[in-house]
């Protein structure tokens, strides 16, 4: 990679090295390469840099002159300065504005002045040996304007060359300030003028850095690590990066006067891939975006604050044996953290990040750790009492940090296996082990174990116990992750215990019968940790207990761990990241690793730092988090309508067939124009927001024909619409980014699709000419033969009457029938959805109406093809329409798959019959569909009565169908379901 880019619609674009250029929206990205056939291609696979102008055209360095993308036609237009220029002129290396409506070229072959909007190179600018005026080389590698339209320009093989405003004269200077000036120092790879005003030179070993108001002399040397500085970037607060031919990322550090460095390192997932990188950038939405030269594009979030990833053990330089997978955390004096892990524990600390003591495991030698997995730990809050390990082979106990380990066993191996520690009143710890609860005296080494009785019911629940806590009302909460059970409470004084259960018709039970966390936050509430939820005990006057649950807006994940702030906010950590939960307003927030926490975090693995903050392990280190600093700024997404496709051909793949008209870019289609005969199409579409895509929601509406907003997610970003009636449609898209911050302003997409020829006006016109012609002819001859053939002219009269009132017959039914089923269509249904309406007010009878709709059509279509799916919409019509009981009884084509019977003065039962009879006969037809759970073409039905009233219509018995269909399709589909009558 060599380049970025994000332009004003917000696609990122990529410049590479030798696979030319792409086109990203965050799920899929658009390839453009050269194609020596065809002179529209991308001129040349190398993309040294990427540029867009005031009017939002993109332009592109390449090795073969300067290319403009052409966002209507989908390819480019190539740019060379001519014969004229030096040699290797066409090597474009660089691109920026004039300050006005020009750009300024930098190539291989010196400097060229571009006029965009003429397409013409209006000045170039050589080295000649013959003038020192002119330019100092003509390899320029790097160029910057400054706030007076004077251009800097980094020449290769050394120095500086300085374009005055309106002027043709080159000033030459040197770049190492330096008494014995470096010669690496002095070639220039990159150049950046910051907020400030003040020049950043990169260079071949390190950065320059001139403030742009005092003289040339006052330029200095800036502490950088000795590497090639391939290009600069600043972010939306105006912090300068800067990337690295060797030495990764650097961050200017405004308030310490120095860089902040970042590198790749092998045993930290969240690290820079690699450290040859080549550019940087921060999109809209806060994302840092670096690209590598050969290990892609890495992205980091500026806009989230208060996390700091803790990646302990640097195994690739280690000596002993290390692993960052924490399975437990405690707090350790001195603000440092206790680390348990499956290859012994360690003392860290987090403010210089680094390990200050490791601990191994030694089962054979008196004194050492019992075993190399510690799953639990304690240590009192001030870090006066001993440090407690809970490990697969008993407890240990570490008095000091140099004292030995003293092991503790329990009688067994499930015993000794100590899945969670928490503290108890008077020097007591509750150890939860493989298959018992234990109370354990610290001072008289005195063991209670709690075993589950089958024959006392009030006895634990299960036996193994994976989560425990003492209350400060003394109360004890124990409960397995794995075995289920419940949550137990223990009366101390009793010996007995209390069993809590999920149960699926009681709302305030348990969210889930698997406990993996148990925590108690600074009021004294209980909070339970399940597989599938957070709940918060509630204690009841009556002395009940029942649960609040907070599992849909944390999604049913399973809560990990659960710590409190100082603020009583409540954090658990889960499989898809942190939540934290305010009580006070029930109000949820999401953090994951893309705003800076590590992944797959552990049970029971989190800790509450001395100075509030808080630690949560995992699998691949830790995550501190600084709740008071904790911020997550964010924009609303930017969306585009990003492929059009018409019988599965993308308009973007060649030329749209005849009866297909696109207008506008691809990148933001204006309209589409569609034969009915093509009116099957799809339309995708993304938020260019890139923080997380795959959480970004949509919601779209074809005006015109949904009838509602329909939602939709990241995995589900496209539209599909089928035999849409002719006329004219308003396609809109919106779309919220993972926060569920969504755009004011949809993208929008005009669709016509055009009527088949005997609907057009013309053909209407010819024809109503044709009748009224006609009727002239036939009062002409009728005055010429009034005399003569009295008789004969009336039965003339008559015959031509019939044949007028057949035209007129068949040109309604015409206009009132689908064209590929043979029923009625729409209009013809809601004409006769009116007229019976108001007849069943007149009689006082029962209005009919059943709502079917094909299951699985789409993918049937896909799978078998559309010509298939026509022809099982007519078999679908043909068998609707033989059990219409009755002459009377309307069969229509509501839309795409849907059909619709409407049957005057008939009951629930009989209507009620007849769709169970549809449904049946379909089935028993056995029309193969691989694409159905069923296997075979079936149906749903939604099937209402009503009398029509003063305050009912005829949208009311439509919804009422519309709504048990919708209940049909929820209960499996193959069904027939009757309305609900309204109470």
Request: hydrophobic residues 40%.
């Amino acid at each position: 990679m060599l380049s970025l880019l994000q332009d004003k619609k917000g696609f990122i674009w990529v410049g590479t090295h030798t696979n030319g250029l792409y086109r990203y929206n965050g799920y899929q990205a658009v390839k453009y390469i050269n194609n020596p056939g065809d002179p529209a291609s991308l001129p040349h696979d190398r993309v040294s840099s990427i540029f867009e102008d005031k009017q939002g055209r993109i332009w592109a360095a390449t090795q073969n002159g300067l290319a403009r993308f052409n966002p209507e036609t989908n390819n480019f237009t190539t740019f060379a300065a001519g014969d004229k220029a030096p040699k290797n002129h066409r090597i474009v290396k660089n691109i920026i504005a004039d300050g006005k409506d020009g750009l300024w070229i930098g190539t291989w072959g010196g400097l060229q002045h571009f006029d965009p909007n003429t397409g013409k190179f209006d000045a170039i600018y050589a080295h000649d040996d013959n003038n020192p005026d002119s330019l100092a080389s003509n390899d320029l590698n790097a160029l910057a304007l400054d706030a007076k339209g004077g251009l800097w320009i980094g020449t290769w093989p050394g120095g500086m060359d300085y374009l005055a405003p309106g002027t043709k004269v080159f000033k030459h200077h040197q770049v190492d300030p330096a008494a014995k000036p470096d010669a690496r120092v002095n070639i220039v790879r990159a150049l950046q003028f910051d907020n400030h005003g003040a020049l950043w030179i990169g260079t071949e070993s390190g950065i320059i850095r001139w403030d742009g108001k005092n003289d040339w002399d006052t330029r200095k040397a800036i502490t950088s690590p000795y590497s090639r500085i391939t290009n600069f970037g600043i972010d939306n607060k105006g912090v300068l990066w800067a990337t690295t031919l060797s030495a990764g990322l650097l961050r200017w550090n405004e308030s310490n006067d120095e860089f902040d460095q970042f590198v790749h390192a092998a045993d930290d997932p969240y690290s820079l891939p690699g450290d040859n990188l080549r550019a940087v950038m921060q999109d809209r939405g806060g994302m840092l975006w670096i690209a590598s030269f050969t290990d892609g594009i890495s992205l980091a979030n500026l806009s989230s604050e208060g996390f700091t990833r803790h990646v302990p053990f640097r195994i690739d330089s280690r000596s002993a044996p290390a692993s960052n997978a924490l399975l437990s955390l405690a707090r350790a004096p001195g603000g440092k953290i206790w680390l348990g892990g499956n290859v012994g524990m360690s003392l860290y600390d987090p403010v210089t990040s680094t390990v200050v003591r490791s601990y191994r495991a030694d089962d054979k030698t008196p004194g050492k750790l019992s075993h190399s997995i510690v799953y639990s730990m304690y240590q009192d809050d001030d870090g006066k009492g001993p440090l407690w390990l809970g490990t697969s082979n008993g407890l240990n106990r570490l008095d000091s940090p140099d004292s030995p380990f003293q092991a503790i066993h329990f009688g067994n191996t499930a015993s000794d296996y100590i899945n969670a520690i928490a503290p108890g009143a008077g020097g007591v710890l509750w150890l939860a082990t493989g298959n018992s609860l234990i109370r354990y005296d610290i001072k008289t080494d005195a063991r209670k174990i709690y075993y589950s009785d089958p024959q006392d019911p009030h006895s634990r629940s299960v036996n193994g116990t994976s989560a425990v806590l003492e209350d400060r009302q003394g109360r004890v909460w124990a409960g397995s992750e794995w075995n289920g059970g419940g949550l137990d409470l223990l009366d101390q004084a009793s010996g007995k215990f209390r069993h809590f259960r999920h149960s699926a018709k009681d709302t305030s039970s348990l969210s889930d019968d698997n406990i993996a966390s148990l925590h108690e936050d600074a009021q004294g509430r209980i909070w339970v940790g399940t597989s599938k939820g957070l709940d918060l005990v509630v204690f009841k006057p009556n002395g009940s207990i029942s649960f609040k649950s907070y599992a849909v807006g944390m999604r049913a994940a399973k809560i990990l761990s659960i710590e409190h702030d100082n603020d009583g906010k409540i954090w658990c950590s889960t499989i898809a990241g942190l939540y934290r939960l305010d009580p006070d307003n029930g109000k949820i927030t999401l953090f994951t690793a893309s705003d800076g926490l590590t992944e797959g975090f552990t049970v029971n693995s989190a800790a509450f730092g001395a100075d509030g903050t808080l630690y949560f392990g995992g699998v691949h280190g830790m995550t501190a988090v600084v709740p008071g600093k904790v911020k997550t700024s964010s924009v609303p997404p930017q969306v585009a309508i990003t492929d059009i496709t018409v019988f599965n051909h993308s308009l973007q793949n060649g030329q749209p067939a005849e009866n297909v008209k696109a207008e506008g870019p691809v990148t933001a289609p204006t309209a589409l124009t569609l034969s009915s005969q093509a009116s099957v199409f799809a339309l995708e579409f993304a938020a260019l927001h890139y923080t997380e895509p795959s959480g970004n929601r949509y919601s779209y509406q074809l005006q015109g024909f949904d009838r509602d907003w329909v939602e939709t997610d990241a995995a589900h970003r496209t539209a599909s619409y089928t035999n849409l009636n002719p006329g004219k449609y308003v396609f809109r898209v919106k779309a919220a980014n993972h926060l569920g911050v969504w755009n004011e302003e949809p993208a929008t997409l005009d669709i016509t699709i055009t009527p088949p020829f005997w609907q057009r006006w013309w053909f209407r016109s010819g024809f109503a000419a044709l009748v009224v012609g006609t009727l002239v002819l036939a009062y002409k001859t009728r005055i010429n033969r009034l005399t003569r053939h009295q008789t004969e002219l009336e039965q003339t009269v008559a015959a031509r009457t019939a044949e007028l009132e057949e035209s007129n017959r068949k040109l309604a039914a015409l206009s009132t029938t689908d064209g590929l089923t043979g029923v009625s269509n729409r209009r013809g249904f809601d004409l006769a959805l009116e007229a019976e309406w108001r007849r069943a007010a007149r009689t006082g009878q029962t209005l009919a109406l059943s709502m079917l709709d094909v299951d699985y059509f789409k993918k049937y279509n896909d799978h078998y093809g559309h010509l298939a799916g026509d022809a099982v919409l007519r078999t679908v019509a043909d068998l609707i329409t033989t059990h219409g009981r009755r002459t009377s009884d309307i069969v229509a084509r509501y839309g795409g798959e849907e059909f619709a019977l409407l049957a005057a003065a008939t009951d629930a039962t009989d209507a009620f019959g007849v769709a169970e009879e549809i449904c049946a006969e379909l089935v028993r037809r056995q029309l193969p569909h691989e694409q159905s759970p069923f296997g075979i073409m079936t149906i749903s039905i939604g099937v209402a009565v009503m009398v029509p009233t003063e305050d009912t219509s005829p949208q009311d018995l439509v919804h009422a169908a519309d709504q048990a269909l919708y209940r049909a399709k929820e209960k499996g589909r193959n069904m027939a379901l009757l309305a609900m009558p309204p109470m």
